[in-house]
């Protein structure tokens, strides 16, 4: 009785040994870098995580196939480096010593992917199920874009300024034209008491000798050579 | 007749509320974009520190004897660029045209730049700043193809800003969003333009002055980035063995050149608004030492940031082959840091050398990403975004940066637009009842529907041929023509004393010998070295082709012929202003002397022009 229960827990190892090994069939390598991600909070991988692990692994496949027959000692974990990475493999109770296939298991993880990586403190990028691609999540993006909402403002502040000069402008042109026609009114009422001609008084003219205009009396080299 | 020049303020002519608008409207013109990225730039691919040698000589001999030249003119003459060269003497008045042909060719470009940094500005004020993570695909598995295989910087520019065709000849459409920001930017420009001198010697104090406030600040901030050090180190230290290097004098001489914005017409507008009893001498060395400094002064967080992009992209590449060796050897993490990296890998190799052989470890070299030197449009849009995604605070920086790009440009689009304005409102193209913004609407707004046409999916690669044709070669034939002509016809010794009318002091030996020989000697060389150097190869561009198998490298293709007679008639257009000018007036003259044998009303119809 002994010796039939030794050996069918040998065969059990054994069949264990064969199904999760590197590269094996239906295997998933995963490697995990705790320091990257949590830094001074980093904690240790030993026993208790690798439990966590295949628990987790086992509730993200009992989600996924709601047959509630995964258990923990289903998941087989494998060659566990420093790194930290190791292999797992799911197996199928119901079917002797088979694994369940890759697809069923990647598609179980990935659709729990969130709640596993949360169970670790750690992110898609550092908990990695190599061979499993997963589903990125889009950039934020605000209802209306924010570049047009600056746009709009500094539009808004340019026309302004624009509207205001345009406005200013005219209204100074109308307010030189009413002082011109008002100072040509006030002009036609004062006499003008001094003769002017060429802009010199009357009085100062020396009407014998005349006067030298500067005008024409300019310097030759003030013509250009042609 | 016309007043002599000792009644100024009897021609009711616009002027500066006082000197400091004035200095610091020549200031803003000259500081523009290049000062930021092409100087620093320059500096660093000829040889550091070295190339201030070749640059202080440039601006010693070109630089301060045009930039003089241009404001005594002005001063004198009080006209803008096509009055003053025909009171000079008609035959010149086609340099006046030059130049203002050249003004609208540059304004029209040189807003759609704005308009670029305003897109960018506008982008800013999102979490997190949308340059910084790629998009996803269609089905979510992964990030959008072209974004993966450059970077999410590249993308953003290439596809989210411009849109970009893979070919200059395939246009692509009009990009609605460029329009958008087109059209604030010409209502900027009209806006601080509406009348003249009035409004943007208003808008100067804030333009001219914000940029230096921004740069002290990415200074400070630059100087406490790490591996800001790494990049001040690289950018001066001098390698003079590149000094036998001609190309190195050239690019000397062209930058400083440029850099002043001579020749086109805005220096001559803006001084012609000044009081004739001004001291242009000092005036133009101010500036021209300003400019220069305010280069220098750039370069130090420029480099610093880009020493700081540099070490971080090292640091990257070296944490990148650390992972891929930790996990390829299940090691526990943290085994590998930095500092052990090498002594690890050589470890590693000698005694796995085939699974390191297999991991493919990039080289990570310091020198190699300080190398990647980068100018222009790619400095700003691609290289500064990133390093400022790795900043704390990356909004608030990125706002800054590009309030300071649109600020620096803006100024230097006054400048512009008053070399456009000034001379049509001397023309007379318009009747004398009509108001000043009126006229500065119009310009505006056909400035505006032709720049639609850098808006398409291949306006970048026009903004390319513009920059490279019409602002470059035209200038350096106006400026030969400006000096011969104010020196060898005008007659340099009737300058010299209305100079000295307008100084007080007379022109010392430094103004006559770089006037006379040194200058136009030295723009004939550049002018030369500039046309077979273009000779050389045809002319070609790189394309953002998405499609090409070396991407994200850009690929090499060659203009299409049709685009070269485009590059030709750019060029070529401004030049031949000037002599077909002087022989128009010859045959006017030739014609007129056969009608009428009287000499004198000749003589007073050339004066005629003075008022």
């Given at each position: 009785?002994?010796?039939?229960?030794?050996?069918?827990?040998?065969?059990?190892?054994?069949?264990?040994?064969?199904?999760?090994?590197?590269?094996?069939?239906?295997?998933?390598?995963?490697?995990?870098?705790?320091?990257?991600?949590?830094?001074?909070?980093?904690?240790?991988?030993?026993?208790?995580?690798?439990?966590?692990?295949?628990?987790?692994?086992?509730?993200?496949?009992?989600?996924?196939?709601?047959?509630?027959?995964?258990?923990?000692?289903?998941?087989?974990?494998?060659?566990?480096?420093?790194?930290?990475?190791?292999?797992?493999?799911?197996?199928?109770?119901?079917?002797?010593?088979?694994?369940?296939?890759?697809?069923?298991?990647?598609?179980?993880?990935?659709?729990?992917?969130?709640?596993?990586?949360?169970?670790?403190?750690?992110?898609?990028?550092?908990?990695?199920?190599?061979?499993?691609?997963?589903?990125?999540?889009?950039?934020?993006?605000?209802?209306?874009?924010?570049?047009?909402?600056?746009?709009?403002?500094?539009?808004?502040?340019?026309?302004?300024?624009?509207?205001?000069?345009?406005?200013?402008?005219?209204?100074?042109?109308?307010?030189?034209?009413?002082?011109?026609?008002?100072?040509?009114?006030?002009?036609?009422?004062?006499?003008?008491?001094?003769?002017?001609?060429?802009?010199?008084?009357?009085?100062?003219?020396?009407?014998?000798?005349?006067?030298?205009?500067?005008?024409?009396?300019a310097d030759?080299e003030r013509?250009?050579?042609? | 007749?016309?007043?002599t020049p000792e009644i100024p303020?009897?021609?009711?002519?616009?002027?500066?509320?006082?000197?400091?608008?004035?200095?610091?409207?020549?200031?803003?013109?000259?500081?523009?974009?290049?000062?930021?990225?092409?100087?620093?730039?320059?500096?660093?691919?000829?040889?550091?520190?070295?190339?201030?040698?070749?640059?202080?000589?440039?601006?010693?001999?070109?630089?301060?004897?045009?930039?003089?030249?241009?404001l005594a003119l002005?001063q004198f003459l009080r006209?803008?660029?096509?009055?003053?060269?025909?009171?000079?003497?008609?035959?010149?008045?086609?340099?006046?045209?030059?130049?203002?042909?050249?003004?609208?060719?540059?304004?029209?470009?040189?807003?759609?730049?704005?308009?670029?940094?305003?897109?960018?500005?506008?982008?800013?004020?999102?979490?997190?700043?949308?340059?910084?993570?790629?998009?996803?695909?269609?089905?979510?598995?992964?990030?959008?193809?072209?974004?993966?295989?450059?970077?999410?910087?590249?993308?953003?520019?290439?596809?989210?800003?411009?849109?970009?065709?893979?070919?200059?000849?395939?246009?692509?459409?009009?990009?609605?969003?460029?329009?958008?920001?087109?059209?604030?930017?010409?209502?900027?420009?009209?806006?601080?333009?509406?009348?003249?001198?009035?409004?943007?010697?208003?808008?100067?104090?804030?333009?001219?002055?914000?940029?230096?406030?921004?740069?002290?600040?990415?200074?400070?901030?630059?100087?406490?980035?790490?591996?800001?050090?790494?990049?001040?180190?690289?950018?001066?230290?001098?390698?003079?063995?590149?000094?036998?290097?001609?190309?190195?004098?050239?690019?000397?001489?062209?930058?400083?050149?440029?850099?002043?914005?001579?020749?086109?017409?805005?220096?001559?507008?803006?001084?012609?608004?000044n009081p004739p009893k001004n001291d242009c001498e000092?005036?133009?060395?101010?500036?021209?030492?300003?400019?220069?400094?305010?280069?220098?002064?750039?370069?130090?967080?420029?480099?610093?940031?880009?020493?700081?992009?540099?070490?971080?992209?090292?640091?990257?590449?070296?944490?990148?082959?650390?992972?891929?060796?930790?996990?390829?050897?299940?090691?526990?993490?943290?085994?590998?840091?930095?500092?052990?990296?090498?002594?690890?890998?050589?470890?590693?190799?000698?005694?796995?050398?085939?699974?390191?052989?297999?991991?493919?470890?990039?080289?990570?070299?310091?020198?190699?990403?300080?190398?990647?030197?980068?100018?222009?449009?790619?400095?700003?849009?691609?290289?500064?975004?990133?390093?400022?995604?790795?900043?704390?605070?990356?909004?608030?920086?990125?706002?800054?940066?590009?309030?300071?790009?649109?600020?620096?440009?803006?100024?230097?689009?006054?400048?512009?637009?008053?070399?456009?304005?000034?001379?049509?409102?001397?023309?007379?193209?318009?009747?004398?009842?009509?108001?000043?913004?009126?006229?500065?609407?119009?310009?505006?707004?056909?400035?505006?529907?032709?720049?639609?046409?850098?808006?398409?999916?291949?306006?970048?690669?026009?903004?390319?041929?513009?920059?490279?044709?019409?602002?470059?070669?035209?200038?350096?034939?106006?400026?030969?023509?400006?000096?011969?002509?104010?020196?060898?016809?005008y007659?340099i010794k009737r300058f010299s004393k209305d100079v000295k009318w307008m100084t007080g002091r007379k022109l010392?030996?430094?103004?006559?010998?770089?006037?006379?020989?040194?200058?136009?000697?030295?723009?004939?060389?550049?002018?030369?070295?500039?046309?077979?150097?273009?000779?050389?190869?045809?002319?070609?561009?790189?394309?953002?082709?998405?499609?090409?198998?070396?991407?994200?490298?850009?690929?090499?293709?060659?203009?299409?012929?049709?685009?070269?007679?485009?590059?030709?008639?750019?060029?070529?257009?401004?030049?031949?202003?000037?002599?077909?000018?002087?022989?128009?007036?010859?045959?006017?003259?030739?014609?007129?002397?056969?009608?009428?044998?009287?000499?004198?009303?000749?003589?007073?119809?050339?004066?005629?022009?003075?008022?």
């Amino acid at each position: 009785m002994l010796r039939a229960l030794l050996l069918t827990l040998s065969v059990v190892a054994i069949a264990h040994a064969e199904l999760c090994k590197p590269d094996a069939q239906n295997a998933f390598k995963v490697r995990i870098s705790i320091k990257t991600a949590l830094g001074d909070n980093a904690y240790a991988w030993d026993a208790s995580e690798e439990y966590l692990f295949k628990a987790m692994v086992a509730f993200a496949m009992r989600r996924y196939s709601s047959k509630s027959t995964t258990q923990i000692s289903n998941v087989l974990l494998c060659n566990v480096t420093d790194r930290v990475s190791f292999w797992f493999v799911v197996t199928d109770s119901s079917k002797n010593v088979t694994t369940v296939p890759g697809s069923e298991v990647e598609a179980a993880i990935r659709m729990n992917r969130n709640r596993i990586n949360s169970a670790f403190l750690l992110s898609d990028k550092t908990l990695q199920f190599l061979k499993i691609t997963s589903t990125l999540s889009p950039p934020v993006e605000p209802s209306t874009p924010v570049w047009l909402i600056v746009f709009g403002v500094v539009l808004c502040l340019i026309v302004a300024g624009i509207v205001f000069l345009v406005v200013s402008g005219i209204q100074k042109h109308k307010k030189k034209n009413k002082d011109s026609t008002e100072r040509e009114n006030l002009e036609e009422k004062v006499e003008v008491t001094v003769t002017l001609e060429n802009g010199i008084p009357c009085e100062v003219l020396d009407l014998k000798a005349g006067r030298i205009n500067g005008v024409f009396a300019a310097d030759d080299e003030r013509f250009t050579s042609l | 007749l016309s007043s002599t020049p000792e009644i100024p303020k009897e021609d009711g002519r616009p002027k500066w509320d006082n000197k400091f608008q004035y200095i610091l409207s020549c200031i803003g013109f000259a500081v523009g974009l290049g000062n930021v990225w092409r100087f620093p730039y320059l500096c660093q691919i000829h040889g550091g520190g070295a190339f201030l040698i070749p640059y202080f000589i440039a601006l010693l001999f070109e630089g301060i004897p045009l930039l003089h030249l241009e404001l005594a003119l002005g001063q004198f003459l009080r006209k803008g660029s096509i009055g003053a060269w025909n009171t000079i003497s008609p035959y010149l008045r086609g340099v006046g045209i030059g130049s203002w042909v050249v003004s609208v060719l540059v304004s029209l470009y040189y807003n759609t730049v704005l308009t670029w940094v305003m897109w960018y500005f506008i982008n800013s004020f999102q979490e997190p700043l949308p340059w910084s993570a790629c998009p996803l695909n269609e089905n979510r598995t992964g990030f959008n193809e072209e974004c993966y295989e450059s970077t999410a910087v590249n993308y953003f520019w290439y596809r989210k800003t411009l849109n970009i065709t893979p070919d200059i000849a395939e246009s692509g459409t009009l990009q609605w969003w460029l329009i958008l920001c087109l059209a604030t930017c010409w209502a900027i420009v009209y806006l601080c333009t509406i009348r003249g001198i009035e409004t943007t010697g208003k808008a100067i104090y804030v333009t001219a002055i914000f940029p230096y406030l921004v740069l002290t600040i990415f200074l400070i901030q630059g100087l406490t980035l790490p591996g800001a050090t790494d990049g001040l180190a690289y950018l001066f230290t001098p390698n003079l063995n590149t000094l036998k290097n001609p190309r190195v004098w050239l690019d000397a001489a062209t930058q400083i050149f440029f850099s002043l914005s001579l020749a086109f017409g805005g220096l001559i507008a803006f001084s012609s608004y000044n009081p004739p009893k001004n001291d242009c001498e000092k005036d133009a060395v101010m500036v021209a030492i300003v400019n220069s400094m305010t280069s220098l002064y750039a370069s130090i967080p420029v480099f610093s940031v880009l020493g700081f992009k540099a070490t971080t992209a090292y640091w990257d590449c070296l944490d990148r082959n650390i992972i891929s060796i930790i996990n390829e050897f299940d090691l526990p993490e943290e085994s590998i840091m930095r500092q052990n990296y090498t002594s690890w890998v050589s470890f590693l190799n000698s005694s796995y050398p085939e699974k390191i052989a297999g991991l493919k470890l990039k080289s990570c070299d310091l020198q190699e990403f300080l190398d990647q030197s980068v100018s222009g449009t790619g400095l700003a849009f691609i290289v500064f975004t990133q390093a400022i995604i790795l900043m704390p605070g990356s909004q608030a920086w990125a706002i800054l940066f590009f309030i300071m790009l649109f600020s620096l440009g803006l100024s230097s689009m006054f400048g512009n637009i008053e070399g456009v304005f000034t001379p049509l409102l001397e023309l007379q193209v318009v009747s004398k009842s009509t108001p000043k913004e009126l006229l500065s609407g119009i310009i505006c707004l056909i400035s505006f529907l032709i720049a639609l046409c850098f808006t398409l999916g291949s306006g970048s690669y026009w903004i390319d041929i513009f920059d490279r044709y019409a602002g470059s070669l035209p200038l350096l034939v106006i400026a030969f023509f400006e000096v011969i002509g104010v020196v060898y016809i005008y007659k340099i010794k009737r300058f010299s004393k209305d100079v000295k009318w307008m100084t007080g002091r007379k022109l010392n030996l430094y103004w006559q010998i770089t006037w006379r020989f040194i200058s136009p000697l030295l723009l004939l060389i550049v002018f030369m070295a500039f046309v077979i150097l273009q000779m050389q190869k045809p002319p070609s561009y790189t394309a953002w082709n998405p499609k090409y198998e070396g991407f994200p490298m850009k690929e090499e293709k060659v203009y299409p012929p049709w685009v070269q007679a485009i590059c030709v008639l750019l060029a070529a257009l401004p030049c031949v202003c000037v002599p077909l000018v002087a022989l128009f007036h010859l045959t006017k003259k030739k014609c007129r002397s056969k009608d009428s044998c009287i000499v004198p009303s000749e003589v007073f119809s050339c004066q005629g022009a003075n008022s």
